[in-house]
């Protein structure tokens, strides 16, 4: 495959560099945050993604009757790239998650009120599949929903679903037949945040963001809060994962980090010694190199795969992620390593190395690997869907 961009897409690069500089600002754009810009909800960050939207860039790849551009998925990826480098917020959920998956299954009425909304950046989305006992097993959710005349009745719980303490709409799956099996039996609905019978419980993480538990007590969704067929769910969980498993884990943060930490190694010394001189850090540096090229090919390899098939490629939607947030952690842990005790200081702290991201970084990137889906899912899918093994090997 070609690694090189056109340049038409390398015209775009430039034009929203150009657009980044112009709207720097540090209260949006904080590359230390490690992708959580788009997990706090600011009036400076709605402004931002506003301007994003006048521009046209939310949904510039969906298709013209909706309210897009129809471009190639890669300007979608570059976009991405750019605002994750910069530590801006992404295109979110909405434009990707929810939205690619009303167009390809949504009624008309839902289309109609939720892709204008999406495309202006109005409204903002909880995605709930993560359940207590189903975390990264999205198709052993156990939230049930009865029939109660022209709707369902919604009980249970769901956990790890951030952004549901600023959201507006939860996008979330409940078990709507538990005679079928488990992977036919669940339903998508799109449900109000503010919802009656709705309760939202922050919980705080290692990686300095929000996530919540979610309880259900007796929540009523109608029939037309349905996305797609009932019992379908499941199957346009899977979809949108895959997208999932790619945009939330862009590669640029990485790239910038592995950057930071040789430009720290080139210019510093330890005990009168250059650390560009030790074996140690030569060779960590060189397979660390070695190693985000492969994470940067991987990436590339699943968006021209995507652009050739329509769906969002399972199999190679998982090496990246299974790649991507493995090499992202040790990363972290070599460059601890190689800093040393200062790199244990706090993010922008005083004189600390690296502005201090190595500390919060060591503690996000432990985060990465299980979002998404947990590393050992992405081995299972792996092994069962590229190397053909039998599922209970």
Request: proline share 5%.
């Amino acid at each position: 495959m070609d690694f090189e961009f056109s340049a038409a897409e390398t015209a775009f690069v430039e034009e929203v560099e150009k657009f980044l500089d112009e709207n720097a600002d540090p209260e949006v754009m904080d590359p230390t945050r490690e992708n959580m810009a788009q997990l706090v909800d600011t009036p400076a960050r709605r402004a931002f993604m506003k301007k994003i939207a006048a521009r046209g860039w939310l949904g510039m790849t969906w298709p013209k009757q909706y309210g897009g551009g129809e471009r190639s998925g890669v300007y979608e990826y570059l976009l991405n790239e750019c605002l994750a480098r910069r530590g801006a917020p992404q295109i979110g959920k909405g434009v990707g998650i929810v939205g690619k998956t009303i167009i390809r299954h949504g009624s008309e009425k839902m289309k109609r009120e939720f892709l204008p909304k999406i495309l202006a950046n109005d409204i903002e989305f909880a995605i709930g599949y993560s359940e207590p006992q189903a975390g990264s097993d999205a198709a052993n959710m156990q939230l049930r929903a009865t029939r109660d005349g022209a709707g369902w009745r919604l009980n249970g719980q769901k956990i790890f679903t951030t952004s549901a303490h600023f959201a507006d709409w939860y996008w979330v799956g409940a078990r709507t037949d538990a005679t079928r099996a488990k992977h036919d039996g669940i339903t998508l609905f799109l449900i109000p945040m503010r919802q009656p019978g709705i309760t939202i419980q922050p919980m705080p993480t290692i990686g300095d963001e929000i996530t919540n538990q979610v309880f259900f007590d007796d929540v009523f969704a109608p029939d037309d809060a349905i996305v797609g067929e009932l019992n379908r769910g499941f199957q346009y969980v899977s979809e949108a994962l895959d997208l999932e498993r790619f945009t939330m884990f862009t590669f640029s943060p990485i790239q910038q980090r592995l950057e930071e930490l040789v430009d720290h190694v080139r210019n510093e010394e330890r005990d009168g010694t250059p650390l560009r001189t030790d074996p140690y850090v030569r060779k960590t540096i060189a397979q660390l190199v070695t190693q985000t090229e492969v994470a940067r090919v991987l990436g590339l390899r699943f968006v021209a795969k995507a652009l050739k098939g329509g769906k969002p490629p399972t199999v190679e939607a998982s090496e990246y992620k299974l790649y991507a947030t493995g090499l992202s952690q040790r990363l972290a842990n070599a460059t601890l390593d190689v800093i040393g005790p200062g790199g244990q200081l706090r993010v922008h702290t005083a004189d600390a190395p690296l502005r201090g991201r190595a500390e919060r970084t060591y503690r996000y990137t432990v985060i990465d690997t299980i979002g998404g889906g947990a590393s050992e899912i992405q081995k299972n899918i792996i092994a069962r869907r590229k190397l053909g093994l039998p599922k209970n090997f």
